[in-house]
């Protein structure tokens, strides 16, 4: 399957996470909706979900009002959305390929496909990375994709349900989460609540849930300055977290985590949350040059090596000048990155010049549930400020809003947030399925 003969010029945005969508819709709006231009959005999966976000649905705590249906979103906003995998690039031809997509038995659903572009944007996040560790991708579960978190979240329900009714044993079901970065620091908070509330929600016999983080950094949230960092470290450490700091692991097996200081920590879950990188099928894109960790090498215009190529978001190595090493692989880069890039791609097809992007680091926070929120925020005027509590909760709350506005508008951004609060008042506060 081509689309050769549309003389349109062709977008083709691979990835549909927070930047990824976000361009393609904007793309729409000026450009799809006028016919100037044909926008076509290429992801794996049929709905998103703020990346930020995948460890609440991992923890069963996330309100499914809160996924965008692809299709849908591409309807209202005037660009097209086809479901598949990318697996290859022919540059001289300006063609992507596209693996088939089975059905959960194996069959074929829709074939292997070819698509053509005029300008060809990368948006396909990042997956963990395992760094070689044995045992790491057999027995960790992983929260990358949408799919792996409900995955995530159906084994903890069923394996604390078999805990609860194997007898009287008193053994407690054991969470290991290898990684204190902001994913697994958020995780284990809300998996701290959902023990609560999976025993309020009266199982015949409740279990007793053990969490426990191992990092090899000697604090957890090692991006973060020290004070906010031990913050952190308290509030969890009063939540009853069990943190194994400055410790190396080394192997993983089905029982359990082995640390390089020969302790083998036993655990019934297993979450990697240590390190990221491209997806490996990126080390090869037609000779597209990346980085040790798969990123495509970009420069401050967001283009490749290519001149019809460009990459956003996670997945793109981009330079941050004035310090070194490149742009974080954060959300509120991939935002603002989309919003330069629509700039460039408008530009480009109006004979003009690409935007240059500035990265404007508005500092880290991290949230630890319905407890705290604790973070630094940065500015021209302010420097960096460290935030806690109410403050730092609104600021978290508001990047989200953020990304919201972006794709949904102010009005139905508005609306969606006075509907799930209604929502919530009525529905369990945790799924059970």
């Known amino acids: 399957m081509t689309d050769k003969n549309n003389k349109k010029h062709k977008i083709v945005i691979v990835g549909g996470g927070t930047g990824g969508l976000e361009l393609a819709t904007s793309l729409g709006h000026k450009l799809g909706k006028k016919s100037l231009a044909e926008v076509t959005l290429l992801d794996a999966t049929p709905t998103h979900i703020w990346k930020p976000l995948l460890h609440e649905v991992a923890a069963g705590t996330l309100d499914e009002s809160e996924q965008i249906e692809y299709l849908a979103q591409a309807y209202r906003n005037h660009f097209r959305f086809r479901l598949g995998k990318m697996e290859g690039l022919n540059r001289k031809k300006k063609e992507i390929y596209v693996s088939p997509t089975l059905s959960d038995s194996g069959e074929e659903l829709i074939p292997r496909r070819t698509f053509s572009y005029d300008t060809l944007v990368m948006s396909v996040g990042s997956i963990s990375n395992t760094f070689g560790i044995k045992g790491a991708a057999e027995h960790c579960l992983f929260l990358d994709t949408t799919v792996q978190a409900f995955k995530f979240q159906k084994q903890l329900v069923e394996s604390y349900i078999k805990k609860s009714h194997v007898g009287k044993t008193g053994k407690s079901l054991s969470i290991v989460i290898i990684g204190a970065g902001a994913t697994g620091v958020e995780l284990s908070a809300q998996l701290y609540e959902v023990a609560h509330l999976l025993a309020i ?116 190595a981009c330079p941050w000048p004035g310090h070194n090493g490149n742009v974080p692989p954060r959300a509120q880069a991939a935002h603002q990155q989309a919003s330069t890039l629509s700039k460039s791609i408008i530009n480009r097809l109006q004979g003009g010049n690409l935007v240059k992007y500035a990265y404007l680091d508005y500092g880290s926070l991290v949230a630890l549930g319905k407890y705290t929120t604790v973070g630094n925020l940065m500015g021209n005027l302010m420097g960096s400020v460290s935030v806690g509590g109410f403050i730092a909760r609104v600021v978290y709350l508001s990047l989200y809003k953020m990304h919201q506005v972006a794709i949904h508008g102010y009005f139905r951004t508005a609306m969606l947030t006075l509907s799930n609060l209604f929502r919530r008042s009525a529905h369990a506060t945790i799924k059970m399925h």
Not at 246 to 266: A, S
Not at 282 to 300: A, P, W
């Open 201 to 316: 929600y009266e199982l015949d016999e409740s279990s007793d849930v053990k969490l426990t983080i191992i990092e090899a950094a000697t604090q957890v949230l090692p991006a973060l300055p020290g004070k906010l960092a031990q913050a952190t470290q308290q509030q969890l450490v009063k939540l009853g977290v069990d943190l194994k700091l400055g410790r190396r692991v080394v192997k993983v097996t089905k029982e359990g985590i082995h640390t390089h200081d020969g302790e083998v920590i036993p655990a019934d879950l297993k979450v990697w949350s240590a390190g990221i990188k491209a997806p490996d099928w990126m080390k090869d894109l037609d000779g597209l040059e990346v980085n040790k960790i798969n990123q495509l090498v970009v420069d401050e215009t967001l283009k490749t090596s290519d001149d019809d190529i460009f990459a956003l978001g996670d997945c793109a």
